[in-house]
């Protein structure tokens, strides 16, 4: 009987899971492969169906790093790879027109949809931006810093909720930023040693050789657009690493460490709230990335590790999987070819989505009846 039962589990999946998921696919649209370097592609932002960037650091086997961006506006049918003159860390880009890059020495402006880029002067140590229009925004960073502009980013001001928490400020950095209009989340943490002023996948493994434990996680939330904060102060086991906002919940990813019985988590969660739920955790699936679609459902990049440790330093198997409900998660169909040890998503929509590693792919979705159409 339990033969039986197992045999059928396949069977009853195919039902459940949404019967549009099996046509789609993920093919390798860019590839930088060069044999005497790897582009660690570190962030990637997509405003429309036609327009995608993504920007991160060429490391030589030399050693030698330099900054880089590659972008299409044509869907991915053509990409353009530049270099840039610092290192970029993250983008944020809302629309075609005006978007912000940050790098590791500063923060970057772009008039043209992330095509020709201005240095902002002040700030440094910042690792993310985000801005509720062209003019409103916040830069997060080290050491306990949260700054806020109302000018686009030529002045910035100290957010004073910032230093509300106990932690030393050298000991803090807020990592993550999220809002759904007006209401918003900072999350920052402690430092235990000089390797986490970097996010996470910055420095992969300097900080998750020690054993897991305990840490102390420091929340600001805000109702009315930053005008107020309010800030908590909690203990959990890993590193917040992403959040993303749901109609009434919060989607947190949580990484662990090389000892913690799974590499990562991803939950769902009300903001001050001390309960959660886990909607994602597999001991054989690292997650980097998590994306909620418009209209429902929900994207997660994850890496196969290639062993018995998701902390081995080579890059393992890329796994996407998507759910229309949060609860059954559906492995997609990705190209047999891509590797990475961190992935980015970036969806403008329900139908368009794409993926960047750090070993240079950058993975489009396409759905396969489609793909047979447009060759015909």
């Not at 043209?112 to 409103?136: M, N």
């Not at 657009?225 to 009434?248: A, E």
């Amino acid at each position: 009987m339990a033969v039986k039962m197992r045999a059928a589990i396949p069977a009853l999946l195919a039902i459940l899971l949404p019967v549009a998921g099996a046509a789609d696919r993920w093919k390798i649209q860019y590839f930088y492969d060069k044999p005497d370097a790897v582009f660690n592609i570190r962030d990637m932002a997509c405003p429309s169906a036609q327009r995608c960037v993504a920007v991160g650091a060429i490391v030589g086997l030399n050693g030698h790093t330099k900054g880089a961006t590659v972008m299409t506006s044509d869907g991915g049918q053509h990409w353009s790879l530049e270099d840039f003159s610092e290192e970029p860390v993250s983008l944020f880009l809302p629309d075609e027109r005006k978007g912000w890059m940050v790098t590791d020495r500063g923060i970057w402006v772009s008039e043209e949809g992330g095509r020709g880029w201005k240095k902002l002067g002040g700030l440094k140590g910042i690792v993310q931006v985000y801005f509720l229009d062209e003019s409103h925004g916040f830069a997060i960073g080290y050491p306990k810093a949260i700054y806020e502009t109302t000018d686009g980013g030529q002045k910035w001001v100290k957010v004073p909720e910032a230093q509300t928490p106990a932690a030393k400020a050298d000991d803090t950095i807020y990592d993550c930023i999220a809002f759904d209009g007006q209401q918003g989340a900072i999350v920052g943490r402690v430092m235990t040693d000089k390797y986490q002023r970097y996010p996470v996948w910055l420095v992969p493994n300097a900080e998750r050789v020690r054993q897991q434990k305990p840490s102390e996680v420091f929340l600001l939330q805000t109702e009315d657009g930053g005008k107020t904060w309010k800030s908590s102060t909690n203990s959990i086991v890993g590193s917040i690493t992403q959040v993303r906002f749901l109609k009434d919940d919060v989607l947190a990813l949580v990484e662990y460490h090389d000892v913690y019985q799974l590499p990562s988590s991803v939950l769902k969660l009300k903001l001050g709230s001390t309960t959660s739920q886990m909607i994602f955790g597999e001991r054989d699936r690292a997650v980097s990335d998590v994306a909620v679609l418009p209209g429902g459902g929900a994207l997660i990049a994850s890496v196969e590790p290639p062993g018995n440790t998701n902390q081995v330093p080579i890059p393992g198997k890329l796994k996407i999987l998507r759910s229309t409900n949060l609860r059954l998660w559906e492995e997609m169909d990705v190209d047999y070819r891509a590797d990475a040890q961190r992935a980015t998503i970036a969806a403008p929509d329900a139908q368009h989505a794409w993926v960047a590693t750090d070993t240079g792919m950058i993975l489009a979705l396409e759905s396969m009846s489609a793909g047979k159409r447009a060759s015909k």
